[in-house]
């Protein structure tokens, strides 16, 4: 096997090399963009690529890389086979006294070290490059290294996919590329699943299916007939998500191309917004965003007061207050929002002196020096008596990676743990408590927010949620209002405040608005309303008040739904919960009726009742999927009239399904030639 | 045809393309120690069966065993004693002679370097050369050497000399008689050249349109494709049915019938017809496997009538 693995790695070694190169580029870029980015910071710019500042993190090397290995992996698993794929070299291949298997091992064991070698290389020397003090100056921790090497390892279920590809001896031509369905299902899947680990499992799942299906093909020399058990129900898998992807595909052709078109949905989509001087107003927009109307709770249009006429919507997003949101949870402050999303690691929250403060995941603040893009120290939390607490800082809500804008910055910052609000002063390097809470509440969402409307007004606000109440604290840790947290914060997590201008005999200086949490209010039909605080002079509530109900907007209309029918079933599921809806009902037709062409097709070819009632429950779960996969994976064999029961038989069997008659010996032409030998 | 001592035994052995049968019911016995010439037009199955017979195609339907062991799972003690020289002679083009000979030294136990630089030697390649870089010749030398070099116990060469010149197809046709000639060994071999044939053959067996129609010694073939000359004293009369029938030509006074086999009842027929002289024409191998594979029926030379022709 040696020799074969050998033969193997100096056949594709050109490939690896260009891969290595093309990657290389790739990450270099990537490590030159940390460094720009660096630069734009130090020199007091803004820039909207923070968590490029780790190049591990850079979203755009993430979407290159993941190209990079899904193209790479697969071209290497492909150039292996299509190498051997003349009948005579693969006959010098395979007559040799070696078993497939251990040709399928020796292939692999070649293709996956090349393949290591072009993407894992490169990887490894940019993660040295990065976890080596004085390269990046930003903080570094080995969970970072996660989707990128999850994506290298992803390439892994290409590489085999496109072995498959080269190998598979399909009738349809363009189905032998239905093999990398599977692989890039699996990689869309890192962008829906909420942690890494589950993403490395599915990688890994795909990664057996796709080798028992390319060790199959091996066996058989690409067609599925032959194959040991194992690889046929291996190829069937992968061939069964390639076919699903071409029919989500079509389907999303069907819906956005042809039916969407057709059908102009024209839903229209409600919001209240406030203005400034605390009064509410409905809005409704078409699905374009353009303006239909703008009217007050009572239904009376809000006119222009220039014009007289009917505000647009332009304008009327002039009046709208400051203010934000914050989301109050307890126990989610560091959820993975996908195995994609990098930006959760650390947000940049100061630049002093040069020095880069950031607030990483676990609530440490981290300094590191933009200069010598060294770790710099680190602040932790104090309490009242001075000294350090276990306690970590609470990431603030809405503060992603993405943004940095250092023009309305000052060098210090309030920050939150659960317990307390403190004062970081970055340039003496100092945190001090400045509130408090007294009782067994905790701080359930913190934001700090800049007051007032005129412009280089340095005033830093912090709004904060705790399990009871809700408050805005001045910079010195001053409470400026409370208010009881009602609703509370598991139906109604969402909760803004908007820094008013009372005018027009307007009193209020403040409004908080709790807002429902959408998955229930969808469930409970849009019955539970948005509530809202304003709060007076000296800061008492003035009022309150619950909006009426918004009608839930349903966005999907027939075109999707019908689209979505030709899913399959367990999948059409996932998009329309409501087992009794219409829409189930055709998609199970579908499937219906998919599975009785696929039971009369393999009882035609196969008599064995195992395949019959195999394929039969496969296609009935996978629905028009199913059935693709079936027309694509069986090779039918011929048939032709039985001489004695002149009924259609298929030739690959001895006897006749029909009347069980074998099948006659040639016809003699009288001219046979036949002597003992 | 049975044979306890067969090294390739198939029953039944068939194989479709889609609708088309490439070999059909094709039932053979190789015996041990033969040169077994296995011949046919283009298109006929031969390809398809050493491939079926090498495990590297599967039979729609049917079985075959190859030393003992069933085509369809093929061992790799088997494989290491059957040599396999494809038609095409398709090599790794980016290695060199003697990388091609290191690395399938590899595999077979029983590799034999000397034979592989002999063979290499009797076709003039250079141990540096690179595939890409030989001839069609020379890549089909080198083939032969790779294959015969594990000093294989049966041989399965398909068309080894097809599209080669006259002296490299000569040069591979001397290798593989001198260097393969051992009491025991087999070599089931296709070919289009019937000079190779008649040189080397025990054996032939013939396919016409994927059915077997011939299976017997070469003599015994000679012996039964006949071509017989008779004389009339004017136009020959219409020819009646007679079995084995393969051609028949005519000419103002003469008709020449092929048949095969060439038996008492044919012999009877064609004398029924009265003609002034009779006599059997002895054919060369290539005239009768021409005459057994060509064109089946009627051909009139008469120049009066074909002048008279519009």
Redesign the interface.
């Known amino acids: 096997m040696?020799?074969l693995i050998l033969?193997d790695l100096?056949?594709n070694l050109k490939a690896a090399l260009i891969g290595l190169v093309i990657f290389s580029l790739l990450l270099f870029r990537s490590y030159q963009i940390a460094g720009s980015t660096l630069a734009t910071l130090l020199a007091g710019a803004m820039t909207n690529q923070i968590i490029a500042l780790q190049p591990l993190l850079s979203p755009n090397l993430l979407a290159d890389a993941g190209f990079f290995c899904a193209i790479f992996g697969a071209a290497l698993g492909w150039l292996q086979t299509r190498?051997e794929a003349?009948?005579?070299?693969?006959?010098?291949l395979?007559?040799?006294?070696?078993?497939r298997a251990e040709i399928f091992r020796g292939k692999i064991t070649a293709g996956l070290c090349l393949y290591a070698f072009g993407a894992g290389l490169p990887l490894a020397i940019l993660v040295a490059v990065a976890r080596i003090p004085g390269h990046v100056a930003a903080p570094f921790e080995w969970a970072m290294v996660l989707p990128l090497v999850s994506f290298f390892l992803a390439g892994v279920d290409f590489y085999f996919a496109g072995m498959l590809t080269g190998l598979r001896q399909a009738r349809w031509y363009a189905s032998r590329v239905f093999g990398l369905g599977l692989a890039i299902i699996t990689v869309s899947l890192g962008g829906t699943l909420p942690e890494t680990w589950q993403w490395l499992t599915l990688i890994a799942l795909a990664a057996v299916i796709l080798a028992a299906a390319v060790w199959g093909a091996y066996q058989?020399?690409g067609?599925y007939?032959?194959q040991p058990l194992a690889g046929r129900l291996a190829l069937i898998v992968a061939m069964g998500a390639g076919c699903a992807l071409v029919l989500f595909l079509a389907a999303a052709f069907l819906f956005f191309v042809v039916f969407n078109p057709l059908s102009h949905p024209s839903y229209q989509y409600s919001y209240y917004q406030m203005t400034r001087d605390g009064a509410i107003y409905k809005a409704t927009t078409t699905q374009d965003n353009a303006l239909v109307e703008i009217v007050d709770l009572e239904g009376h249009p809000l006119l222009d007061p220039k014009t007289g006429q009917k505000m647009e919507l332009k304008e009327f997003q002039k009046l709208l207050p400051y203010g934000t949101m914050v989301s109050t949870s307890f126990n989610h402050w560091n959820q993975y929002r996908s195995a994609f999303d990098t930006t959760h690691f650390f947000s940049l929250i100061n630049i002093t002196d040069k020095t880069l403060w950031y607030l990483d995941r676990h609530g440490k603040l981290i300094a590191y020096d933009g200069r010598t893009r060294k770790l710099a120290g680190t602040l932790n939390p104090r309490g009242s008596d001075g000294a350090l607490t276990s306690e970590s800082f609470l990431t603030q809500y809405g503060s992603v990676g993405y943004y940095y804008n250092p023009y309305d910055e000052v060098s210090w910052k309030l920050l939150a743990t659960a317990t307390a609000v403190y004062r970081a002063d970055f340039k003496a390097r100092a945190v001090k408590p400045v509130f408090t809470l007294t009782n067994d509440d905790e701080i359930g969402a913190y934001a700090d927010v800049q007051t007032g409307y005129e412009d280089n007004q340095p005033s830093r606000d912090s709004f904060i949620t705790t399990r009871k109440t809700v408050c805005l604290l001045d910079s010195a840790g001053r409470t400026i209002f409370a208010v009881p947290y009602q609703p509370g914060y598991v139906d109604y997590p969402q909760v803004q405040i908007s820094f008013l201008q009372p005018t027009n005999g307007a009193t209020a200086n403040f409004a908080v608005w709790f807002r429902p949490e959408p998955e229930k209010n969808r469930k409970s039909g849009g019955k539970m309303p948005d509530h809202v605080v304003w709060l007076g002079p000296g800061q008492a509530v003035a009022k309150s008040a619950d909006l009426p109900p918004l009608p839930v907007q349903e966005f999907s209309s027939w075109p999707d739904k019908l689209a979505a029918s030709l899913l399959p079933p367990p999948a059409h599921l996932v998009f329309d919960k409501d087992i009794s809806s219409p829409w189930n009902a055709l998609s199970f037709a579908f499937a219906f009726l998919s599975a009785v062409i696929a039971w009369s097709l393999v009882r035609r070819y196969d008599s064995s009742p195992k395949a019959i009632a195999g394929w039969t429950l496969f296609v009935f779960l996978l629905g028009i999927a199913g059935l693709l996969t079936l027309l694509c994976v069986q090779e039918w064999?011929?048939r032709?009239p039985c001489p004695r029961c002149k009924k259609l038989r298929a030739?690959?069997?001895?006897l006749c399904e029909h009347c069980q008659s074998p099948?006659s010996?040639?016809e003699k032409?009288?001219?046979?030639?036949?002597?003992?030998? | 045809m049975r044979n306890e001592a067969s090294v390739i035994r198939t029953r039944g052995l068939t194989k479709y393309f889609g609708a088309k049968p490439a070999v059909y019911e094709l039932s053979l016995d190789v015996p041990r120690g033969c040169v077994f010439a296995f011949l046919g037009r283009n298109g006929s199955g031969k390809t398809t069966t050493i491939r079926m017979l090498a495990g590297l195609e599967q039979p729609t339907r049917g079985t075959g065993s190859i030393l003992g062991c069933d085509i369809q799972a093929l061992t790799p003690e088997i494989r290491a004693r059957i040599g396999y020289l494809t038609e095409e002679h398709q090599l790794y083009s980016w290695m060199s002679v003697q990388e091609c000979g290191e690395f399938q030294s590899k595999f077979f136990a029983n590799w034999n370097n000397r034979i592989f630089r002999g063979i290499a030697g009797h076709f003039g390649l250079k141990s540096t050369a690179k595939v890409k870089d030989l001839s069609r010749g020379e890549r089909a030398g080198l083939c032969l050497a790779l294959t015969l070099a594990p000093e294989p116990e049966l041989l399965l060469l398909d068309d080894p000399g097809m599209g080669l010149d006259p002296v490299a197809h000569r040069t591979l046709i001397e290798s593989m008689i001198y260097l393969t000639r051992k009491s025991d060994r087999t070599i089931f071999f296709s070919s289009h050249d019937i000079s190779d044939v008649e040189r080397v053959a025990d054996y032939i067996a013939v396919l016409d349109r994927s059915v077997l129609r011939a299976c017997c010694p070469l003599e015994k073939f000679q012996e039964c494709v006949r071509q017989v000359r008779l004389r009339f004293s004017g136009a020959p009369p219409a020819l009646p049915k007679i079995p084995g029938l393969l051609q028949s030509i005519r000419t103002e006074n003469e008709l020449r019938v092929t048949c095969a086999p060439y038996d008492g009842e044919a012999e009877k027929t064609l004398r029924a017809l009265s003609p002034m002289e009779m006599e059997t024409v002895p054919l060369g191998l290539e005239d009768a496997f021409i005459s057994y594979l060509g064109e089946r029926g009627e051909k009139t030379f008469i120049l009066s009538e074909m002048e008279a022709q519009p």
Request: glycine share 6%; no cysteine.
């Open positions: 040696k020799a033969k100096r056949e190498n003349h009948r005579d070299l693969w006959a010098f395979i007559h040799r006294p070696v078993t058989s020399g067609y007939r032959g064999p011929a032709e030739v690959d069997r001895e099948f010996p040639p032409n009288g001219t046979e030639i036949f002597a003992p030998l």
